[in-house]
């Protein structure tokens, strides 16, 4: 029987969001960021998260490309990153958000970021 262990790490405050069972999207014990996607890929992930989310009118490849291309450390003081957990096998990408912002506020900013 495969290892189902699972650990992902919040790229906003490096709290353990999960270390056993795979986690289902909600917030960091930490810092309190959502996060949502749970996606085969990066792009799965943000279109998924959108989709949790209820934010309509934000392309979800633009904004992966928009995470990919602002500096991680820019995107952190935007307060909005994408991770991959670690596990045996195919590891699962989660989109996080930080606590108390409005999620298209957030996202919109960093697309418009990523244009500059």
């Known amino acids: 029987m ?3 262990r699972v650990r992902l790490v919040c790229p906003l405050c490096d709290a353990v969001v999960s270390d056993g069972p795979p986690p289902a999207p909600g917030a960091c014990p930490g810092c309190g960021a959502r996060f949502v996607g749970d996606g085969e ?3 799965a992930a943000v279109e998924q998260g959108l989709s949790e989310l209820s ?5 979800a490849q633009e904004l992966v490309n928009a995470l990919f291309t602002v500096s991680p450390e820019r995107c952190r003081k935007l307060g909005v990153t994408i991770a991959s957990d670690e596990r045996e096998g195919f590891y699962r990408w989660w989109l996080f958000l930080a606590a108390g912002r409005d999620a298209r506020d957030q996202l919109e900013t960093l ?6």
């Open 2 to 4: 495969a290892d189902s």
């Open 111 to 116: 697309l418009a970021e990523s244009c500059k």
């Open 41 to 43: 890929s990066a792009p």
């Open 55 to 59: 934010v309509d009118g934000v392309g």
